[in-house]
């Protein structure tokens, strides 16, 4: 019997050292790689006659683009359109490397805190930079809201200020748990079936194809959510909202 | 704010919970937290996140935000030329409709002078038609006051043959000529 984190491990494919850092291509690199050949594919290849009526590629290409300038549009509005194709960008990831991972055998990227992590933390740190840039010292009101007694703000400003420097790990550890625990239980209830054998398996099985299902549903909210922070975190950055 | 401290939190419980499952079955613990694997992780991110981000950025955003602004494009033409099509039409009736108004018009006014011609020229026909017959019916009265003029003259003298032969038989004389023409003539004022 398999541990249910097994599936989880890193196996390195083809050792590389680049500058002496570890930069192995491992399953996990294969399936990067994987989803971005895929994304370009439908982003590139499906978009390659610009039709005026698009086909079924350039129809998928279309919906998605619409689907992230509307998210941008809504969220971010005016100054938002700067980082769209990064927004873009993070979400058909995401979203690629989920659904990829719903592929037997194959492996999740964003699976690995490590991953999910980086990303926040880029969002993260980028977001601060954005809106150091843009409004200076003036930036730091993002912690204090408006028409507050000051009493308040003595509480107030200390737990904007944490809430401020959780979002990077609220961020990663949202996506990654999702991942590790919809994989997780697909794997347990595997091994059920595998238990219980032909006489009782069925009953796991059934709830593997419905979870399974659920999971795909997961796989594309949790990048949705990821992108959709992202525009909010970009957000208060631009405009300073609450 | 508050849900992502809650998203957090509760991420944060899964991460340790299956953590030290893990730990405790002795299966080395989660390979999520095994920090030898981070470096060839975090690079293999950096290379495909940097990729797909320059063929987003290069290749498919301008490509799809060029195909929808020309479909936006072609969309309002054919919405213009058609509003275009809708309002030559339009204006193309209502000149057909002025000018078969105005041909109307004209045939009315075409008819109504004709007819006024018409009636005039009846009208002088009728006159001469009228003046002939006054002259004739003229004429033709000269002529009847002519013939009764000749045959009054015929009475006179037959009424003075016979006023003398009536009185030539009755007074066994001849009459006084000057006499009985005076009688004639107060017998024919008095008719």
């Known amino acids: 019997m398999h541990s249910p984190m097994e599936q989880f491990e890193i196996k390195r494919l083809l050792h590389l050292n680049l500058f002496g850092i570890d930069a192995s291509f491992t399953n996990s690199s294969t399936w990067m790689v994987i989803a971005v050949i895929l994304a370009t594919a439908v982003f590139v290849w499906g978009m390659r006659q610009r039709a005026l009526v698009p086909g079924r590629l350039q129809s998928v290409a279309e919906v998605g683009y619409e689907f992230v300038a509307g998210m941008v549009r809504d969220n971010v509005g005016d100054g938002g359109k700067k980082y769209f194709p990064f927004i873009l960008t993070l979400f058909i990831f995401i979203l690629f490397c989920n659904v990829l991972g719903m592929v037997p055998y194959s492996f999740t990227p964003t699976s690995h805190i490590v991953v999910t992590f980086a990303m926040a933390a880029f969002v993260f740190v980028g977001v601060t930079i954005i809106g150091f840039a843009r409004h200076g010292m003036h930036f730091l009101s993002l912690f204090v809201p408006k028409g507050v007694p000051f009493a308040l703000l003595l509480l107030l400003v200390p737990i904007e200020i944490i809430s401020y420097f959780i979002r990077p790990f609220s961020l990663s550890i949202r996506l990654f748990a999702n991942m590790l625990a919809g994989h997780t239980m697909l794997k347990v209830f595997g091994g059920f079936v595998v238990m219980l054998g032909i006489i009782g398996g069925w009953a796991p099985l059934a709830f593997i194809v419905v979870f399974t299902g659920l999971e795909l549903l997961i796989a594309f909210l949790q990048a949705y959510v990821f992108a959709i922070l992202t525009c909010l975190y970009l957000n208060d950055a631009v405009h300073l909202h609450h | ?191």
Do not use: C
């Not at chain 2, 509760?10 to 080395?28: D, F, H, P």
């Open chain 2, 1 to 191: 704010m508050l849900r992502s401290i809650y998203g957090a939190l509760a991420g944060l419980a899964v991460l340790v919970a299956s953590g030290t499952a893990m730990a405790k079955e002795g299966s080395g613990g989660m390979p999520q937290l095994d920090y030898h694997s981070f470096a060839p992780q975090l690079v293999w991110l950096a290379i495909a996140f940097l990729a797909l981000y320059f063929v987003m950025s290069r290749l498919a955003v301008p490509a799809i935000s060029d195909t929808i602004d020309r479909r936006q494009a072609k969309i309002q033409g054919d919405l213009d030329a058609a509003e275009k099509a809708n309002e030559d039409t339009r204006s193309l009736v209502a000149a057909y409709e002025k000018r078969l108004a105005d041909t109307r018009e004209e045939a009315r006014k075409h008819m109504r002078e004709r007819g006024e011609a018409d009636s005039a020229a009846a009208a002088a026909r009728l006159q001469v038609l009228h003046d002939k017959l006054a002259a004739q019916i003229g004429e033709a009265e000269k002529r009847i006051a002519a013939q009764r003029d000749d045959v009054m003259a015929g009475l006179e003298n037959m009424a003075k043959d016979i006023g003398q032969d009536v009185y030539a038989k009755l007074a066994g004389q001849p009459a006084d000529q000057a006499a009985l023409a005076a009688k004639i003539a107060v017998a024919k004022g008095g008719r």
